[in-house]
């Protein structure tokens, strides 16, 4: 959120109160009671938007988390290909031993002489 777009809740907010006054007022309520009753109500409003931020914000369900999960997924899928479109440019003895390398492939067992001796 801007410095600009700040100012324009506040002023938002404030304009809220004023007209709850003036509702209060023109259905009745004189004076103080006006002030106090549109108060209220503003306050009870700023305490359910505060409340459901904090139920966003705990839950992981806010836009920004939303687009880095997104963002996350698909760089981890276009990581993901380009790894394979290079492991698959390797000819066949060399993804072999990168396998091993990494442990993807068990050792070949150990061959047995061939010289004929027991």
């Known amino acids: 959120m801007t410095?600009?777009?700040a100012i324009l809740l506040g002023l938002g907010v404030l304009g809220l109160g004023a007209a709850g006054y003036g509702l209060f007022v023109?259905?009745?309520?004189?004076?103080?009671?006006?002030g106090i009753a549109a108060s209220a109500v503003l306050t009870v409003l700023v305490l359910l938007w505060t409340g459901s931020y904090l139920v966003r914000a705990l839950s992981g369900n806010m836009t920004y988390m939303q687009q880095r999960r997104e963002y996350r997924?698909?760089?981890?899928?276009?990581?993901?290909?380009?790894?394979q479109a290079k492991f698959d440019?390797?000819?066949?003895?060399?993804?072999?031993?990168?396998?091993?390398?990494?442990?993807?492939?068990?050792?070949?067992?150990?061959?047995?002489?061939?010289?004929?001796?027991?």
């Not at 440019?89 to 027991?118: H, I, K």
């Open 3 to 5: 410095r600009g777009q």
């Open 26 to 34: 023109a259905n009745g309520l004189e004076g103080f009671s006006a």
């Open 73 to 83: 997924q698909a760089y981890d899928a276009l990581t993901n290909d380009q790894l």
């Open 89 to 118: 440019a390797l000819s066949p003895e060399e993804q072999e031993r990168l396998l091993r390398e990494t442990g993807q492939l068990d050792e070949p067992p150990a061959q047995a002489s061939v010289d004929g001796a027991a």
